[in-house]
């Protein structure tokens, strides 16, 4: 995008700074204690349907959870970062691996810029909610324009139910579930996102999606707020 006074700085971070290279490390020390990450990318990459031939955009890579498991399953993946201490992080553990086939770039929904043909799926979890919604829009729209007409989009965030009038008690309680589940440190990094970072509604979420050009084929609820989207580009 073109860098006006006016657009938003995605490189600025909402909530938490992952951009010490510590903070990194114990980031991923701490979700791997409760999440499976080879497991999660295989189901995506089934849920997908993608296969050796296809390349993959991880939009908000992180610590490579998605995208260095889901290297050995497909042609190339495109591991695409805000935070250049992910990046690292996520380059040096690839290249323990021996993992040949995932490209390094920094940007975000706003910024990347993709030097090669448009690619078969995108995928993004737990990045979305960085952006305002109007930014949101924008971003998914960019994303429209990475995939190949038919292409998917796996989106995977904090989303909240528009069908509950008050919203305190289900927030109470998904933090209390991180703290039980995770921790007190996770669960004030719950409570930061509610207060600084910009989840929003299911209602909002979905109608950006369709406005920027997805079919929505499949939304699924997990724990808490998660909500995952699989979406299709319209030609």
């Known amino acids: ?12 971070h909402a909530g938490v700074d992952y951009s010490d290279p510590s903070l990194v490390a114990r ?3 701490r979700h791997q204690n409760f999440r499976d990450y080879r497991r999660d990318a295989e189901a995506v990459v ?18 490579g959870a998605f995208a260095l498991n889901a290297a050995p399953l497909v042609k190339t993946v495109y591991a695409v970062d805000v935070s250049a201490a992910m990046l690292e992080y996520c380059r040096r553990r690839a290249a323990e691996r021996n993992l040949g086939n995932v490209v390094f770039r920094q940007g975000g929904f706003l910024s990347y810029e993709h030097d090669a043909d448009p690619v078969d799926a995108v995928v993004s979890t737990a990045a979305l909610h960085h952006l305002p919604d109007f930014w949101k829009c924008i971003g998914l729209r960019r994303v429209h324009r ?13 989303v909240f139910p528009g069908s509950e009038a008050d919203l305190r008690p289900p927030i109470e309680a998904w933090i209390e ?16 996102h509610i ?5 929003t509604y299911d209602w909002i979420l979905e109608g950006l999606l369709t406005r920027a050009g997805f079919r929505i084929d499949r939304i699924s609820r997990g724990e808490g707020f998660g909500a995952a989207y699989l979406c299709v580009r319209n030609s």
Not at 49 to 63: E, W, Y
């Open 146 to 158: 990475l995939l190949k007409p038919g292409g998917k989009f796996y989106l995977f965030d904090i």
């Open 46 to 63: 089934s849920l997908m349907g993608l296969q050796a031939r296809h390349s993959v955009v991880d939009m908000g890579c992180g610590t």
């Open 177 to 192: 579930f991180m703290r039980r589940k995770a921790g007190d440190e996770f669960a004030a990094e719950a409570e930061t």
């Open 195 to 199: 207060r600084d970072e910009f989840s």
């Open 1 to 12: 995008m073109n860098r006006s006074g006016w657009c938003f700085d995605e490189m600025r």
């Open 27 to 29: 980031y991923d020390e």
